[in-house]
């Protein structure tokens, strides 16, 4: 039998916790399904993330918030205009009419606030969006590429609901930063608003997702729960698959204390896929 120092056996598994996790990074930029063009939208920011710039941190919160929101809002709108003329289900044409009426009203309420607190209603424009310090940049699509895509995506309503909903949870995230920070009464109550309306209407999608194609939409996250052999991945099947064989390529060169991943022992669920903790007598060493 062979014996393991205590320091290989850290160094390894620092090792693979690391593969699994660069697996799980890949497979979520390439999770979304084949087969559709849907799968090929970018809804987790790719690189632009990562280059996208953030507000003013020397101007007010509030003044941060609307240059912002605004833009994003901006970028719902045009998504939901094509909508109208592409959906194929009426309840999707319904909510982008709800979707422009709604946001656009909210937009002349921000640039107005802007005019009167800051003397100028000039916002960025969608392609140059910042962000608000404090935000996910991970969870941020580039929303230019999002509207380019859905003017041919297949099947639209499928693409349409996966490109919007991690547009309204960024929304969310900024609203509650908003009810934070905010100094101005009336940025905190359109926070409120925006909370509200844009978690009702991700509710509407994730039931219309179920309903239409048979499983819950889902924004691609991955993360590595319960150590080294517990992965839990929200994607496609492909996704896991990648993992799984990034998993099992260093499992068989870690020490005995971690079991490869069999794939017939997962737990698949509608866009998500579970492997199990390790064993009894095998579990991962903690400090």
Known sequence: MRRFSGRRTTTTLSS?????????????CGAGGAGDNAGGMNHSGGSNAGAMATTNTAAPFDQQFI???????????????????????????????????????????MKGYRKAWYGSDTTPSIENMPMLPGMDHNIHMDMAKEIR??????????AFIMAMLPHHQSAIEAAKLAQQQATKPETKTLAGSIIADQQREIDQMNGWMKAWYGSSA?????????GPTAIVATGTAAAAATIIAVANRSASQAPATISPINPASLTATAGSVRAPTAPAGHAGHGG
Not at 89 to 106: C, D, V
Not at 149 to 158: I, N, S, Y
């Open 16 to 28: 693979f916790t690391a593969l699994i996790t660069l697996g799980l990074l890949l497979g979520a």
């Open 67 to 109: 240059d912002m929101m605004v833009p994003h809002h901006l970028g719902a709108v045009e998504m939901a205009k094509i909508a109208q003329s592409r959906a194929e289900h009426p309840e999707l044409k319904t909510l982008a009419n709800g979707i422009i009426a709604s946001q656009n009203t909210e937009v002349g309420q």
């Open 149 to 158: 895509d859905l003017r041919t995506a297949t099947p639209f309503d499928k």
């Open 218 to 226: 889902s924004t691609s996250d991955a993360t590595v729960v319960g």
